[in-house]
């Protein structure tokens, strides 16, 4: 699943979770009729709504036996928790977050390196915490021989929460810059995570606060590392 | 749209609040995980099983408070039930009135229960003078303050506030050292507990197996107030009973560790029945005070885990949320995490429903409770609650956004035409909301689906 985010903004996180994902000799398939797994409304307690999203969502993927995965630990913990709420006593729907899919479906044990090696920050997503990814992402990136710069706060919340962000900026908005100053303290001018919501969130903040710090999904530098050759067989000219 | 109270109240809070709660909360947040680590080979499995106890007093609940009653009755001590908080202000009222006629002093020990039922109010009112000895409580009291935490209930101020209501109160000479401060309260309780007719306390376990009262703190105020005083009355929340005397260790060292990251509290009182006629020292009468105010009702819905709580303040420490605001946010006796689920759950979804949007659902609660409560899911549940009752609904136009992630022609339209929305001098709540701290975000490369749509 692509998610709504990577629809709306972050199209190259999806190009690079396809990459990866043919990397390892996974063939992706990809439904237009695709939108949101209804977290959004879910969340905001409008649970009727999420119910006609995830039903539509449920209908898109039913046409296929295929496992889903998603780039984010957000909509992975939306269809396979949330759908669990929302329909009671209904089987868990088969869907995995990107690097749990990779080392315990794929059992990948090697990645191409990066050269030169980047330095940067993790932040481990909460749903990440939710669904009990644990290190999987970090493990995926030392494998690339990323450097990760400890902070000591990886699993601290950035402080979105979805509409939480909208509701209360102040509190939101404080608990990212707290995360932010952590990250800065610890010379690092790179966050990597594996959720664009929190991406969103503490990359409104930097370029608001004009900081020195970039923001990127793992998988942006995951695909990076995949040689040119087979990138060339994946990628389309432009 | 009105700012939900937990914004609003952190936009008022001086930054040296913020730092006093954030230092603290991080600091117990740290030494909590140091301790359970060395406490326990697997402190998981450890919660693991306290969760599994408490579904059991859930599951068990009346059986287990009558074998609580018929033991503690055996060895003297007499119990009450009280349905809800007028009913138990009654019984503590009655019981001190039946004492002292004429009013006294009525020592507390630290105790959430008497916190919410508002009891201090109501033994002003019946003409008693309750005189809080823990020393944040007495802070507390003396500034005509609440709780803000239900552990550290000064966890808002720093000692330089304490300096100055000490000095305010004449309690010695002027000092911003800890230590000096804790030395003036220290002389002036001990007054009120040579004189206090009555002392109150909480109960943090009560053993179903042979009746006995268990009560843990750091201070010896607790013991002071449960044993000096001719009147001992202990107030409890029903769902504190344990069924066996081998259950205590567990939960002993979880809510030492867990609240304030100590291997063992420096106190543990057992109260088993008051003064034998051979015993020189000790209370004539023990009184417990079972409180129900609602926790029935929550053991049959979909909050029933709320009640496995052991108070011990865990999820508040680790919630950004309550570390950007303190406890008093909530405006409630119980805050954070745990307030946020136990406030509609005890007082109901209108008056309290607003507080499960309070929180970003970053799920650290859940991670750190010593009893498993599955606080997330059931602040979404909560939601869901509040949403169908009318309670704290945003200003987001669902349905419409439902209907657009239902029709993929409209959806994708839709995208196409968000760069024109951000372009819209049009004010919108996701604008000034999102926007007043942060950038809105921008398209970043290219577009996954017109890639898709290309690849050979």
Known sequence: MLTCLCDAFFGEVGIAAVRMLEHVGCTVEFNNAQTCCGQPPYNAGDWDSARKIADHAKRVFAGSDAPIVCASASCTAMLREGYALLYPGEPHVQAYELSEFLLTKMNVTEWPLLDP?????????????????????????????????????????CGFGGAFSVTHPKVSGEIGMEKLNRIRESGATEIVSGDMGCLMHLGGLIEKQNLMLRTRHYAELLAEAIPAKEAKLATPAG | MPRPPVEAFARKLAQSTTDSVRRATTGASNARVATLDRTFKDPGSARHHAAAIKDYVLDHLGELLQQLEANCTSHGIRVHWAVDSASANEIIVGICRSAAPDGAIVAKAKSMATEEIHLNHHLEAAGFTPVETDLGEFIVQI??????????????????????????EKLGPYTEVPEELAMQARGHLRESFKSATIGVSGVNFAVAETGRLVIVENEGNNRLSTTAPRIHIAVMGI?????????????????????TGQRATTYMHGVLAPRRSDEPDGPDEVHLVLLDNGRSAVLHGDYREILRCIRCGACQNTCPVYRQTSGHAYGHVYSGPIGAVLAPALEGITAMGHLAKSSSLCGACEEVCPVQIPIPRMLLQLRDEAFRAGVARDSAPWSVYAFGATHPSTWRAGLKMLPLAEATPVPHPLKSGWGEFRELPHRRGRHFRAWWADRP
Do not use: Y
Not at chain 2, 143 to 168: G, L, M, Q, Y
């Open chain 1, 117 to 157: 090696a980047p330095k940067v920050a993790f932040h481990r997503s909460c749903h990440g915490r939710g669904i009990h990814l644990g290190d999987s992402a970090e493990r995926l990136l030392q494998m690339a021989g990323v450097q990760l710069i400890e902070f000591g706060a990886t699993d601290q919340c």
């Open chain 2, 143 to 168: 500034d005509h303050d609440t709780p803000s935490h239900i552990v550290a209930p000064i966890i808002h101020k720093n000692r330089f506030d304490i300096a100055k209501s000490f000095e305010r």
């Open chain 2, 239 to 259: 769902e504190k009973v344990l069924p066996r005397e081998a259950d205590l260790p567990l939960f002993l060292r979880l809510i030492a560790g867990s609240a």
